[in-house]
């Protein structure tokens, strides 16, 4: 009996995936036990970023990495390698020499098969040998080697390979799930584009999949960020969204950069402001809104939203280290009257796990602890 697998495991952002990785593969690299990893499998929709948190991860741990795509194989050849007779003890024999993409370096290293259920059925087959133990045929893997794969759901959106449960259960099963800070602290460090990361804090529910995903968000903004002044380029901008990415999202981001993107302030305005005074002025406008039924006026907390998100982004970098000046802007930031008391609290509270210590360090103040401890 086979098992849906359009969602396994827990479904997950990013980073908590990370945490899966190294704590499922790390131990076996730090020790040269000859026992292996078991594989882990990381499930979700095209274009969310599997591909490139495992590539992130091997390179982040100074790991050697190597690169499988199962559904480009069309011969079992292609898999196992070719014949080739050797001499053993006098006998000639017939061993199998491992293809190309097979690493040969020792490890620690990482093997990616991606899209794995995308590959045919005799394919996914003679992949069960190496999944259990890490050798197919006449060849292995190298030591301190580990295997991670990725699959798209099983949910009739996708012309895939259903997976059955004796190949299920030779792995370890997450899903990935869109998280917005995560992406955003990803794309900081990668210099996406700061206009293109801002429109994705502020509106992540354009994150839709089909054509809008983060993948193809990030081709277009690698495309708009050559244009300096991108509503003066309105309908260049309107064509390269529309190439990009479908309908709905194009519009979305042609109106934020009408009306909103010179609102919006960049992170380091806010952390390296030398007069915090004006940052918070022009916050205050920012949050304002406009006047609703009965003349009252909405806060803007999607744009609150999406400046924490950026900041939260921002100060979490590796190896970020804040000034004094940022660290005493942080602080500010936090304690500022048009920042509500959850997003306040739930901000601390990811920079208190997820920040460097000097980031820590500067948390400590005594009027934004009384300012936490009022909101519990």
Known sequence: MSTPASSLG??????????????????????????????????????????????????????????????????????????????????RRTRFAPPAWVPTEPGPGLLLLDDLNRADDRILRGLMQLLQHHAIASWALPARWHIVVTCNPDSGDYSVTPLDDAMLTRMLHVTMRFDVRDWARWAQGAGVDPRGVAFVCAYPETITGGRSTPRSLTQLFALTRPIANLGAERELVQQLAMSAVDEATASAFLSFVRDELAELPAPEEVLDAGDFAAVERRIRVLVGGASGAGGRVARRLDRLNALCTRVYAAVTQPGYAPSELQGQNLVRFLLLDALPADLCVALHRDLLREAGEGVKKALQDRALAQRILGAL
């Open 10 to 91: 827990a479904t997950l952002g990013a980073h908590s995936i990370e945490r899966i990785l190294a704590h499922a593969l790390q131990s076996s690299s730090d020790s040269n036990a000859a026992e292996r990893s078991t594989p882990v499998c990381i499930w979700g929709s095209h274009g969310i970023g599997k591909t490139a948190l495992v590539e992130r991860f091997a390179r982040d741990r100074g790991w050697r990495y190597a690169y499988c795509a199962p559904a480009q194989f069309e011969e079992m050849g292609d898999l196992h390698g070719l014949p080739v007779l050797v001499e053993e003890r006098g006998e």
